[in-house]
């Protein structure tokens, strides 16, 4: 079985541009996770999905960035607009209701100029 | 405060040593502990995982939870210059699906 996927694995992006990451879930997995790592501040929770449906939206984060689950196996992060605080690494996880250990993709890393 | 907090924030220990890390939360309603291992550059993995009283082997590590006290330790005995790492500690609370996070303890092991 194939774990979670994203894409990019690097993104370089000018203050103010918008940018999509991208998640595959671990087939049969219902919940879906995004969060953002960063030396200082450490895992955060942006969004989580159950069955497609949004459950948690993160709550400072908001303004700027918003998750979406187009199918059971796919989701997008969308950035917009960019701000160089917004540089970290963007992890995706997913897991099964009732099982809940969560399943980390290798993560995408942003880097805002 | 952070919800998980994890302690020490940092730990040096020689190979062969042992290592101890903890992990308390400040919420009652905690139901479920994982202790994910993150090397550098690469994703957190999960190591292991308690719910019950008491503590949990496999191989070199073990997990000890005292639910009373809202405290759960990762042990890790014949630590290895592989072990550095990051290890973060997670809580589940009210059965919900959402993992909360502590800071992490960075572990280093010195050949």
């Known amino acids: 079985d194939a774990g979670v996927t994203q894409t990019p694995r690097h993104e370089v992006a000018e203050k103010g541009q918008t940018i999509i990451l991208k998640c595959e879930p671990v087939s049969g997995h219902n919940d879906l996770f995004w969060y953002r790592q960063t030396k200082i501040q450490g895992l955060e929770l942006l969004s989580y999905f159950r069955s497609k449906s949004l459950m948690e939206d993160g709550g400072a984060f908001k303004d700027r960035f918003k998750a979406e689950m187009l199918n059971s196996s796919f989701s997008t992060l969308k950035i917009q607009p960019t701000e160089p605080k917004d540089s970290a690494v963007y992890l995706c996880a997913s897991s099964l209701p009732g099982e809940d250990t969560q399943y980390f993709g290798p993560g995408t890393r942003l880097l805002v100029l | 405060q952070q919800k998980v907090q994890q302690s020490p924030e940092s730990l040096i220990v020689p190979e062969g040593g042992m290592a101890s890390l903890n992990c308390t939360s400040s919420d009652r309603n905690v139901d479920y502990f994982w202790w994910y291992r993150q090397h550098s550059g690469k994703s957190p993995k999960m190591l292991m995982s308690i719910f019950s009283n008491g503590e949990k082997e496999e191989g070199r590590f073990t997990v000890h939870l005292n639910k009373a006290s809202l405290h759960t330790s990762l042990h890790i005995r014949d630590s290895q210059p592989s072990d550095s790492a990051l290890y973060l500690c997670?809580?589940?609370?009210?059965?919900?699906?959402?993992?909360?996070f502590g800071g992490g303890t960075r572990l280093t092991v010195r050949p």
């Open positions: 997670a809580a589940r609370y009210n059965a919900g699906a959402k993992l909360t």
